[in-house]
């Protein structure tokens, strides 16, 4: 039998890790790697056209099951290419493991054609970041390097020479011992107590729910029944825990809606829950603050904290609310529910007068449609830029559907790539990329693979021929928007030229169709919408006053322009608010 090489070994202990495609472009140093995943029939080789679709593909791999997903770029330019999208991947918690391959170990340090320090470049944007120089020293940095990227949640790179993949490897088995499921963290004795005390004492209290709520609905909710709070969240919260919420008060932030932002500033306690929410211009800074988070670097971070809790939301309202005395006045908690529908039914008509013979198209009727039409447990990946905002205000979610984006790290063209790590993990699940025609202009070369790899992901695209939020930007900032404009061509043509399904729409009334077309498809399809530049949710009726307090009040007043069905949850929420 033939003696592995380390190529062959490196494959072996992915596989053995759970990871089932590598990401990446073949070439050179990387050859070896490729090769043996070739020949081993655990793992796929997953061929892009860019390194950094790979980084962003294996990263929603990772965040939509929270196990290991891997990516590999050939050495210098190479794996260069994978840094954006790892970065993404790392400030999502994504479990991520990145194979940066490197020029001949004996050319290394000599400005070798196409030498780069991997190892180096690649330490801001993950938790561990090793060069292997021996085959015996592979297993050990491999398998280290998963065991930061599952225990920690995040990216790790091995950087590997190709002389040194292509060498033969130590012959003793390895086998790899992974963590399978990550702990539950209660809170300590103390800090529970501590916490009771705080909410027995008071009247008015915020709950504010972040991504740290996943898997902790049912938690919440009893929580916040027997305390009569009104429920607020950032965007990476929204899928968590507005449905089937009847304390919902909305979004806070720059794509905020509703109530959430009062709700936060009238309560005499906000409790903060798994929720790094970076915009502490939103947070109030005279109400009494606890945060819970399972991560401990997160807590106190964005705010000064009256109490700093470390655990994980679940396991501590599950500890937390037997403690508490229930609370019998609702009247803080139905005075935000009135606020909240009020606020949403006010942005809502300003977008429903004639939207059907609008032209160009309203994004955000075009947002509303295909929240009606799109499946019940679809995955959405969104854009970075207006999409963001037709997202946060027109998707409803369920328990079942996803979102995911580049909600924390904030990159164009992160959509597409994301919706090829999604597609791969189910081919009959339907995946739903909301692209911007910035964003996707950018990566438009992976409609390829969408294409080569028969992935049947379907393209809602935004054609507004703008880069419409650097053009909110500039006018809040008082300049005059320039070098926003794209002069694009007929998507939907391009789709077809590449052997996709693609439809052009330019009339709201083909909207709807089009998108029931798409969906119906079987293969690859993209929706190629004209819509209007002009709308950059900014309600009709805009004081000066509103846009010199952008910083402070856009996820309240500026960046106003309809929720869809949200109001209809509003007010079903408020049928149940007791009449004098």
């Not at 297993?139 to 998963?146: C, D, F, G, K, T």
């Not at 391009?494 to 798409?518: C, M, N, Q, S, T």
């Amino acid at each position: 039998m033939a003696k592995q090489s380390v190529a062959e070994q490196f494959v072996d202990i992915l596989a053995q890790a759970g990871v089932r495609r590598l990401y990446g472009v073949v070439g050179d140093s990387l050859n070896p790697i490729v090769d043996a995943v070739r020949r081993n029939a655990a793992i796929d080789w997953v061929h892009v056209r860019h390194e950094e679709v790979a980084a962003f593909a294996a990263g929603a791999e990772a965040q939509l099951t929270g196990r290991l997903a891997a990516c590999a770029g050939s050495c210098g330019p190479g794996n260069l290419h994978l840094i954006n999208g790892l970065f993404d991947a790392h400030r999502s918690h994504a479990p991520v493991l990145a194979l940066a391959s490197h020029i001949p170990s004996g050319e290394i340090g000599t400005a070798f054609f196409q030498e780069t320090h991997p190892e180096r470049l690649f330490v801001e944007c993950s938790h561990y970041s090793e060069m292997i120089g021996t085959p015996e020293q592979m297993p050990r940095v491999l398998q280290s390097a998963i065991r930061h990227a599952v225990g920690l949640g995040g990216v790790s790179v091995v950087t590997l020479p190709g002389d040194v993949a292509d060498r033969p490897a130590p012959e003793e088995a390895h086998q790899v011992a992974l963590p399978t499921s990550l702990p539950a963290v209660r809170p300590g004795d103390t800090d529970l107590a501590t916490l009771t005390r705080m909410i027995d004492e008071a009247e008015r209290i915020t709950l504010f729910c972040g991504a740290g709520t996943a898997g902790a609905h049912e938690e919440v909710m009893t929580f916040a029944d027997r305390i009569n709070a009104p429920v607020g969240h950032a965007l990476r919260g929204k899928e968590h825990i507005q449905y089937e919420n009847p304390f919902d008060v909305g979004m806070s932030g720059l794509l905020g809606y509703g109530a959430a932002y009062e709700a936060m500033h009238e309560a005499d306690l906000l409790i903060l829950l798994g929720t790094d929410f970076p915009y502490n211009a939103f947070l109030p800074r005279n109400v009494a603050t606890v945060q819970v988070d399972v991560r401990p670097a997160h807590l106190g971070r964005r705010t000064e904290l009256d109490l700093a809790v470390w655990g994980d939301v679940r396991e501590t309202l599950r500890a937390l609310t037997p403690m508490v005395r229930a609370k019998t006045d609702r009247r803080f908690l139905d005075r935000m529910l009135g606020k909240h529908a009020d606020a949403l039914e006010g942005v809502v008509k300003a977008y429903t007068r004639k939207v059907e013979k609008h032209m160009p198209i309203h994004p955000e009727y075009v947002a509303s449609i295909l929240d009606e039409e799109a499946d019940d447990d679809a995955i959405f990946t969104v854009d970075t830029g207006m999409c963001n905002v037709w997202a946060a205000r027109y998707l409803t979610p369920n328990g079942r559907r996803r979102v995911i984006g580049s909600f924390s790290h904030g990159s164009m063209a992160n959509a597409l790539p994301q919706a090829i790590g999604a597609q791969f993990l189910d081919l009959d699940r339907q995946v739903v990329s909301m692209s911007g025609d910035g964003g996707f202009s950018m990566l438009m070369g992976d409609l390829l693979t969408l294409v080569q790899s028969e992935l049947p992901v379907k393209i809602v695209l935004f054609n507004n021929s703008s880069l419409g939020m650097v053009e909110l930007e500039m006018m809040v900032a008082g300049l005059k928007p320039f070098g926003t404009t794209n002069k694009n061509p007929d998507f939907a043509a391009i789709a077809r030229a590449a052997g996709a399904f693609g439809v052009r729409v330019e009339k709201p009334k083909h909207v709807r169709d089009a998108l029931r077309d798409a969906f119906a498809h079987k293969g690859p399809a993209l929706v190629d919408i004209v819509t209007d530049p002009n709308a950059l949710s900014i309600p009709p009726k805009i004081t000066a006053e509103q846009i010199q307090g952008f910083a402070l009040s856009a996820g309240r007043t500026v960046l106003s322009g309809g929720v869809g069905r949200m109001v209809q949850m509003a007010r079903s929420n408020l049928r149940n608010v007791p009449r004098p």
